[in-house]
T-cell receptor
């Protein structure tokens, strides 16, 4: 049973560029949440998708957007990249409003 | 305002000792408190979780103690092993909030052989 998978593993972008990160949830899960984890800090909630709609959003600007597909996989898009966007981006999946959330390995984004 | 405060920032324990990490929360509506373990280069892995209707939950060497009146909860790792060396995060969430987790800032645990 595959857990949460994310791609790519690492990514290097230049300021002002746009990036798309991808996530496939754990089998049987239909809800995907995205978190940003800066170095040495705890994950910060970006937003959550359920039934292809954004259900919750954290304190992140509109440059951060997402999408969920009918197969429950999800994308995180970040426009106009800033140096401060450099972080580990984590995807977590869960079943509906169930509490247990399982994280993927993350995508390490470096903005130069 | 930080919703969940975690301490200490780092912890060194001898093999076989007890590791204790503490968290405090602000929002009394929180009703789910998980602990995650994260190794370098990996995503956080769910370790153990508790609801406020119990004061303690034990799974193997890991125990959560919960004090609802003080709005505090802690993770105890008994018989700590070098393989337990990792960063530990506490988190909190509330029902109906679609799993929006508020994480603590993390505790880097180093278990000396």
């Amino acid at each position: 049973d595959a857990g949460v998978t994310q791609s790519p593993t690492h990514l290097i972008k230049t300021r002002g560029q746009q990036v798309t990160l991808r996530c496939s949830p754990k089998s049987g899960h239909d809800t995907v949440s995205w978190y940003q984890q800066a170095l040495g800090q705890g994950p910060q909630f970006i937003f959550q998708y359920y039934e292809e709609e954004e259900r919750q959003r954290g304190n992140f600007p509109d440059r951060f957007s997402g999408h969920q597909f009918p197969n429950y996989s999800s994308e995180l898009n970040v426009n106009a990249l800033l140096l401060g966007d450099s972080a580990l981006y984590l995807c977590a999946s869960s079943s509906g409003v169930g509490y247990e959330q399982y994280f993927g390995p993350g995508t390490r984004l470096t903005v130069t | 305002q930080q919703q969940v405060k975690q301490s200490p920032q780092s912890l060194i324990v001898q093999k076989g000792g007890i590791s204790i990490i503490n968290c405090a929360y602000e929002n009394t509506a929180f009703d789910y408190f998980p602990w995650y373990q994260q190794f370098p280069g990996k995503g956080p892995a769910l370790l153990i979780a508790i609801r406020p209707d119990v004061s303690e939950k034990k799974e193997g060497r890991f125990t959560i103690s919960f004090n609802k009146s003080a709005k505090q909860f802690s993770l105890h790792i008994m018989d700590s092993q070098p393989g337990d060396s990792a960063t530990y995060f506490c988190a909190a969430s509330k029902e109906g909030n679609f799993n929006k987790f508020y994480f603590g800032s993390g505790t880097k645990l180093n278990v000396k052989p």
